[in-house]
C-alpha cells in the first residue's frame, strides 16, 4: 500500500527557513514524478514544485530562487527547502507523486510564516 509522510512543517517567522520531508512507503518514488503542493485557506490547492523522474526541476513562480526540491533515491524521500520565508506561505504543504494514472497524496503538513 503506497503511502506518503510529509514532515518538517511548523511555524516560522518571516525570513526564515524550513525543511519538508515526504518519506514513500510502498512506492518506489523515483519512478514518479514527485511535487509539493499548498492550500491557504479559502484558496484552491496549487502547484508549489515538482521533480520528474529524469530530475528535471520546475517551480510556481511566487517561489522561485528561494524553494528547492531535491530527492534522495536511497532515503526513498523528496524533500523541500524553503528560504526566505513569507507570511503569504504559509498554508498545509502536501506531497504528491503521479505517474501514468497512478497519484498518491501525503496527509499534508502545516507551515505558518509569523511574527
Known amino acids: 500500500q503506497a503511502q506518503l509522510v510529509e514532515s518538517g512543517g511548523g511555524l516560522v517567522q518571516p525570513g526564515g527557513s524550513l525543511r519538508l520531508s515526504c518519506a514513500a512507503s510502498?512506492?518506489?518514488?523515483?519512478?514518479?514524478?514527485m511535487g509539493w503542493y499548498r492550500q491557504a485557506p479559502g484558496k484552491q490547492r496549487e502547484l508549489v514544485a515538482v521533480?520528474?523522474?529524469?530530475?528535471?526541476?520546475n517551480y510556481a513562480d511566487s517561489v522561485k530562487g528561494r524553494f528547492t526540491i531535491s530527492r534522495d533515491v536511497a532515503k526513498n524521500t523528496v524533500y523541500l527547502q524553503m528560504n526566505s520565508l513569507k507570511p503569504e506561505d504559509t498554508a498545509v504543504y502536501y506531497c504528491?507523486?503521479?505517474?501514468?494514472?497512478?497519484?498518491?497524496w501525503g496527509q499534508g503538513t502545516q507551515v505558518t510564516v509569523s511574527s
Open positions: 521533480i520528474t523522474t529524469s530530475g528535471s526541476t
Open positions: 504528491n507523486a503521479k505517474w501514468g494514472l497512478s497519484e498518491f
Open positions: 510502498g512506492i518506489i518514488s523515483s519512478i514518479y514524478h
